[in-house]
């Protein structure tokens, strides 16, 4: 069973989209510190929050569902 390459990206590009839209936010660990204050460990840690643009997440899905359409367009010329 082959998979068209354009589909799989259609996929993805409307998962991204979806997941952007729905989640905007992303939190990444920045820093990780340990730090000893008077006897007692302490462990101290910073975030980082990435927050995903409204528009990139409608482009991907504008992308996503547009690519899906060109590869059940173009089929493969091999099969027959």
Partial sequence: MKFN???IFG???LALGIGGLVHPNIVMPAK???LEIAGNKVIMETRR???VPTVLGVL???AGG???LL???NPDK???
Avoid: D, E, G, M
């Fill in 32 to 34: 990780k510190q340990n």
């Fill in 71 to 73: 590869s059940q367009a």
């Fill in 5 to 7: 390459s354009l589909a």
């Fill in 78 to 80: 091999r099969r027959r």
């Fill in 11 to 13: 996929v993805l590009f």
């Fill in 66 to 68: 547009a690519a899906l």
């Fill in 60 to 62: 991907l899905v504008i």
């Fill in 49 to 51: 929050i990435i927050t």
